[in-house]
T-cell receptor
Framework: DTAVSQTPKYLVTQMGNDKSIKCEQN?????MYWYKQDSKKFLKIMFS???????INETVPNRFSPKSPDKAHLNLHINSLELGDSAVYFC????????????FGPGTRLTVL | GQQVMQIPQYQHVQEGEDFTTYCNSS?????IQWYKQRPGGHPVFLIQ?????EVKKQKRLTFQFGEAKKNSSLHITATQTTDVGTYFC??????????FGPGTRLSVLP
């Protein structure tokens, strides 16, 4: 019973393509996040949604667009992929956007060629 | 903006030795969390500290939150090979988002 799941686990694509990563949590959490972890292991928050509404939108290129069809899902769509987008993308969720622990998904390793 | 730093960046220890990683924030924090990420894995929550000067223990792990709520530390006593991984602190300033530190990578030699 995976708490936070992501698909796909690996994604290899060409520059300029458009791709999506899906995330689902079955924990009943109100808040979901997308993080980017680069090759140096820096974890940077990209987006946060609380009950389907965007509450954090860090400075990321507008080629990245999150979509939350319901509070259990937060998908990430990326347009016109660039080499620098290669990274591991983690989805996470928590019960409260302020204090509670974040449960991370297994990650999606994106490689842009 | 808020910055969270961690030292050391890397630490290699012999199994059985102690290990400490330090986390420092440029601003006062409302709370701080610690996560562990095994190689090839995802971050896993370890603990949250909220009160000034708070100390919490989990078996061989001891977590501290500084009196000024701008720094924190994680100490592991008698490391084991299962402790290998990257340890991240994540600090949240008042009215701000969580910011993760760059992590400390721990290697434990058997």
């Amino acid at each position: 019973d995976t708490a936070v799941s992501q698909t796909p686990k690996y994604l290899v694509t060409q520059m300029g393509n458009d791709k999506s990563i899906k995330c689902e949590q079955n924990l009943g959490h109100d808040t979901m996040y997308w993080y980017k972890q680069d090759s140096k292991k820096f974890l940077k928050i990209m987006f946060s949604y609380n009950n389907k509404e965007l509450i954090i939108n860090e400075t990321v290129p507008n080629r990245f667009s999150p979509k939350s069809p319901d509070k259990a899902h937060l998908n990430l769509h990326i347009n016109s992929l660039e080499l620098g987008d290669s990274a591991v993308y983690f989805c996470a969720s928590s019960t409260d956007s302020i204090y509670n622990e974040q449960f991370f998904g297994p990650g999606t390793r994106l490689t842009v060629l | 903006g808020q910055q969270v730093m961690q030292i050391p960046q890397y630490q290699h220890v012999q199994e059985g030795e102690d290990f400490t990683t330090y986390c420092n924030s440029s601003t006062t924090l409302s709370n701080i969390q610690w996560y562990k990420q095994r190689p090839g894995g995802h971050p896993v929550f370890l603990i949250q500290l909220v009160k000034s000067g708070e100390v919490k223990k989990q078996k061989r792990l001891t977590f501290q939150f500084g009196e000024a709520k701008k720094n924190s530390s994680l100490h592991i006593t008698a490391t084991q090979t299962t402790d290998v991984g990257t340890y991240f602190c994540a600090g949240r300033g008042y009215g701000q988002n969580f910011v993760f530190g760059p992590g400390t990578r721990l290697s434990v030699l058997p």
